[in-house]
């Protein structure tokens, strides 16, 4: 499937979960896929070995979302030497979790960097090259948190809520260049996130997933893919929910 030929796509943190997920699926339909990473690079050269391996093209890109000179930067540069840059997946993210009263500075500013500033960062410097190209395709990666809240995750729901707010003021920005701005809000997924979540923790939010499971990377990378695609021509400022009906 050749959908995306042409396209230039960038999805940070693709080394590994749902990033890469997004990378192989976006190249498996014919995307040029920029992987990016930040401290992984031997699961980034796993995944482009993947997607090579699989007829598809990329490339790997390391750079820390959170650092707004070095993606400007970096973004510019993926927008000169590739000739544009259609899709972008605001993927990266991290958590850091704790009581609100035992929560450190440094680990709410972290979250707040990586998981918000950095959608930020890599929005604006990729709007300049959409703007100028008439197109473009940016999803937001926010998250059930951001929606229904949880204890011991401040920091990170307040990233993912901000993250909701700013597709649906981007979209309204960016519209009338035929950019269109989504998000997409997992429910609990089984990634290096969810990994060490205690079992009886994990049992408890699994009585509570209607579809009975914790869903996969592809479950995501798929609703991703659709709203990189022409079929979502017409949808911009969405919050599309894969959560297995757990918040609806
Ligand atoms: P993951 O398995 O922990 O992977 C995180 C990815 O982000 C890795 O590729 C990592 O790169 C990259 N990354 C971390 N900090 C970065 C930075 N500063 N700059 C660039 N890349 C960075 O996480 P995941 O579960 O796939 O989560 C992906 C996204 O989905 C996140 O935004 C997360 O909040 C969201 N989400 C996840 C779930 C879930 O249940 N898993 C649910 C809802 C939303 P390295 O490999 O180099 O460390």
Not at 34 to 41: F, P
Not at 103 to 132: H, P, Q, Y
Not at 196 to 204: T, Y
Request: glycine share 12%.
């Amino acid at each position: 499937m050749a959908e995306f030929k042409d396209k230039v796509a960038l999805v940070t943190g693709s080394s590994r979960g749902i990033g890469r997920a997004v990378a192989l699926e976006l190249a498996s339909r014919g995307a040029f896929v920029i992987v990016n990473y930040a401290q992984n690079e031997a699961a980034a050269r796993e995944v482009l070995s993947t997607i090579g391996n699989s007829g598809g093209k990329g490339e790997i890109r390391h750079f820390d979302v959170a650092n707004t000179t070095v993606v400007q930067d970096e973004i510019g540069k993926i927008g000169e030497q590739l000739g544009g840059l259609h899709i972008l997946v605001n993927n990266a993210g991290i958590t850091r979790d704790g009581l609100i009263v035992r929560m450190k500075e440094e680990d709410w500013d972290v979250v707040l960097s990586i998981d918000l500033k950095g959608v930020f960062n890599c929005t604006r410097a990729a709007a300049k090259i959409m703007m100028k190209q008439k197109y473009g395709r940016i999803i937001n990666i926010a998250s059930i948190i951001g929606e229904m809240g949880n204890a011991g995750q401040v920091n990170y729901s307040a990233a993912k809520a901000g993250i909701i707010g700013f597709t649906k003021s981007a979209a309204k920005e960016l519209g009338s260049r035929a950019i269109t701005v989504n998000a997409v809000s997992p429910g609990f997924i089984e990634t290096d996130m969810t990994r060490n979540l205690p079992e009886n923790i994990r049992n408890k939010y699994v009585e509570g997933i209607p579809l009975g499971r914790f869903g996969t990377p592809e479950n995501v990378a798929k609703v991703v893919a659709f709203l990189a695609s022409d079929d979502a021509s017409y949808i911009t400022g969405e919050v599309v929910r894969v959560n297995g009906g757990l918040y609806t």
